[in-house]
């Protein structure tokens, strides 16, 4: 038998169709934690982190117990992992152990390679490129807020580089949201994630607006995401990552630009007065702490929906 397994490493893994499932099933979650318990026995999930968490870890570590799980939570730096055995060879290893690893860390050619030896699902708890499950979380207080997704206007403005600029677009315009990343010279998405999500945006029928200019950027949009300006493992890379980024600053005078009824979003850690301000994140078109809550919900589901796709196949 061949195990064929669905991983989500970026969030165009899943499909327009597959991300609505998600998200539906997230909002069930959400007024029922215990509907759904895949994991009763206990069944293993594994979650590694090569980066500092909060929201993550608790987040996924309180979904797998009410999923009648057990997670096993390590820092990366205390395993293997850093050290000679090949990442395929821990996928292949953990696969024995767990139904599933979530794990967060830098490149995302490393979850990749595990995902190449696993026959479980790989979940990507944040890596360099992609932080693919906060955007599901974000999609899911969008819809709380707006309703509907498709032909919402989203603008993300700071780095246009990091992970959450590159997972909104892609996971935005899966959802049919308009996306607007905001972001100075020199910190535009890479090249070869804004063709990913402008080939999922043709399907969807979603726009992509990159530009430099904050204020124009900002106009008539319906939500307003920011991040930090230096994310972890950018600490010492030698750019400037404030001088730049301060007209990107969302602050009182921005978000009057924007919808009057527009939300702020921020996957958090904050830091005040940089990206985004008290007055604004602490304000009434701030989302941010239902929007944290969502990961649990959010994650829940997605791991609930993986788990279902995996699929035994004659082998040939
Ligand atoms: N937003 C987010 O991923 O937060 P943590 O780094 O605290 O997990
Ligand atoms: N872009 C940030 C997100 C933190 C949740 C980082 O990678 O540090």
Known sequence: MTTVVKHFLRDDDLTPAQQAEVLELAAILKKDPFARRPLEGPRGVGVIFEKNSTRTRFSFEMGIAQMGGHAVVVDGRSTQLG??????????????????????????????????????????????????????????????????????????????????????????????IDVTIASPAGFEPADWVVAAA????????????????????????????????????QENDGLDRVGPFRPFQINKELLAKADPKAVVLHCL??????????????????????????????QKALLVWLLEQRTQLDQA
């Open 269 to 298: 850690p904050a830091h005040r007065g940089e990206e985004v301000t008290d007055e604004v994140l602490d304000g009434p078109q701030s989302v941010v702490w239902d929007e944290a809550e969502n990961r649990l919900h959010a």
């Open 83 to 176: 050290r000679e055995e090949t990442l395929a060879d821990t996928g292949r290893v953990l696969s024995r152990y767990v139904d599933a690893v979530v794990w967060r860390t830098f490149g995302q050619k490393r979850l990749e390679q595990m995902a190449t030896g696993a026959t479980i699902p790989i979940v990507n708890a944040l890596s360099d490129e992609f932080h693919p499950c906060q955007v599901l979380a974000d999609l899911q207080t969008l819809i709380e807020q707006k309703g509907e997704l498709k032909g919402l206007k989203l603008t993300y403005l700071g780095d246009g580089a990091n992970n959450m600029a590159h997972s909104l677009m892609l996971g935005g315009v899966t959802a049919g």
């Open 198 to 233: 402008r080939a999922r945006a043709a399907e969807t029928g979603a726009t992509i607006t990159l530009t430099q200019d904050p204020q124009a950027g900002v106009v008539g949009a319906d939500a307003l995401v920011t991040d930090t300006w230096t994310s972890m493992g």
